[in-house]
């Protein structure tokens, strides 16, 4: 694994905590010994929570990260948040593309690469996720899903650019269920994006669907798995704080 792909756990928080769960987590968690010498944290709380997260991480080694960014820097756009409202709050990070906002939120292809690019652009680091569904996977299409949500996410992007960007492989199956991929499986998938994107050759892909301390280390262990998007597993600190030893030793094996 090269020095660019350093292991990295991120916490998808998705609809939960307030701003004063939020607090309690962060103080809790920043108590903890934490690996942060061999792997990189990132929480990603509700917007409204952003703002009271980035102040309690101020100084810390952990990083802030949105679950969501508008293709847009400004406007009338209802519900919508715009990069330069992230990065005001602290946040360095941004998922996009997540199955969720896709099923039901209607995201395309073609707004996951302009999120993207405007993340990008404001110094963001993107977090693309991608996945199948349990019927693509039954039919034997996984990885040519995968591979077209990903060449659309970086299409005309330079491979410089798409180094800077995180993908994240979660095959929707699997989000939530307690039922992962096998390591094996999802390093296979992961190894042919790799392959067929060059700008992801140093770029971090992580995995995500039913993450947890006790199978993170099975998946940093393979060549191509360098951390996880986690959700229900990040919303605990004596979980979230297994998750990070967990990636260390997967990692170290």
Not at 89 to 96: D, L, P
Not at 177 to 189: L, Q, W
Request: hydrophobic residues 50%.
């Amino acid at each position: 694994m090269s020095a660019a792909r350093r292991p990295l756990i991120a916490g998808n928080w998705k609809m939960h905590k307030t701003i004063a769960q939020t607090q309690a987590f962060i103080a809790d968690l920043c108590a903890r010994p934490l690996p942060l010498d061999d792997v990189d944290a990132v929480l990603c709380p509700p917007f409204t929570a952003l703002a009271a997260a980035g102040a309690a991480l101020a100084g810390s080694r952990v990083g802030l990260g949105a679950q969501n960014v508008s293709w847009a820097e400004q406007g009338a756009l209802t519900g919508e948040i715009a990069p330069a409202m992230l990065t005001e709050c602290g946040v360095r990070w941004v998922v996009i593309g997540h199955s969720e906002r896709r099923a039901m939120f209607g995201e395309l292809d073609e707004r996951v690469k302009e999120k993207a690019r405007i993340a990008l652009a404001h110094g963001l680091t993107p977090i693309v996720a991608v996945g199948e569904t349990a019927e693509e996977h039954a039919a034997g299409i996984a990885l040519d899903k995968v591979r077209r949500q990903v060449r659309a996410a970086f299409d005309g992007f330079a491979d410089d650019e798409i180094a800077r960007c995180v993908v994240a492989y979660e095959p929707i199956w699997a989000i939530g269920t307690g039922k992962a991929d096998s390591p094996e499986e999802a390093n296979a998938v992961m190894g042919a994006i790799r392959a067929d994107v060059p700008g992801l050759r140093d770029a971090r892909i992580l995995y995500g669907g039913s993450v947890k301390p006790d199978n993170i280390a099975a998946f940093v262990s393979q060549p191509h798995i360098d951390g996880g998007l986690v959700g229900g597993a990040s919303l605990e600190p004596a979980s979230f704080a297994a998750l990070l030893e967990g990636a260390r030793k997967g990692a170290a094996a």
